[in-house]
């Protein structure tokens, strides 16, 4: 008889979207439920040259290596083929960690830069023809609530003055 994997649902693996509290606070979780963050934090020590292992130690040290490569497989699946470019190199799942956050990681002119981005995405939102005012609404919603999580004043006026012009010519009347 087959098995029925109906039911089974394989976890999307968070993609990196310059978000970096975000993606990392999904990815951490993730890596948590998979049982490699171990690799990460506190991460693991390979033993230096010519150190005899005992049998225990070496099992340690194998299942510590898979874990890392399991995790290493996670990351590079989260973020695009550019960044893995730049983190190839690191050995470990703790190194490309440790440079994502260092690089993306409360970093001001990242901020600044996401920050713009929203700005730009905010003035040039219109609704869309087939989109009902609350789709719209939502739409709005979210990327005023990105601008205010990286410290933008956004009063609640300014967002509905920004809904009302840019609705579709179908609600003149109610503007």
Excluded: C
Excluded at 27 to 39: H, N
Excluded at 113 to 122: G, S
Aim: no cysteine; proline share 2%; hydrophobic share 40%.
């Amino acid at each position: 008889m087959a098995a029925d994997n109906t039911n089974f649902q394989v976890p999307s693996v968070p993609k990196f979207d310059g978000d970096y509290e975000h993606w990392s606070l999904l990815m951490k979780t993730l890596l948590r439920s998979k049982e490699y963050w171990v690799v990460i934090d506190p991460g693991y020590d390979e033993p230096r040259e010519g150190v005899e292992l005992t049998a225990a130690q070496q099992a340690q040290l194998d299942s510590m290596r898979l874990k890392d490569l399991k995790a290493q497989n996670y990351l590079f699946q989260s973020i695009d083929k550019q960044i893995v470019k730049t983190m190839s190199h690191k050995e470990t799942a703790k190194k490309i960690w440790d440079a994502m956050k260092n690089k993306y990681q409360g970093n001001i002119r990242v901020k600044k830069a996401q920050l713009q981005r929203l700005r730009r995405e905010f003035e040039t939102l219109e609704m869309k023809d087939d989109e009902s005012v609350t789709e719209y609404f939502s739409r709005v919603m979210i990327v005023a609530n990105e601008m205010r999580n990286f410290g933008e004043e956004m009063s609640d006026v300014k967002v509905v003055e920004k809904i009302l012009r840019s609705l579709t010519e179908i609600f003149n009347f109610v503007v």
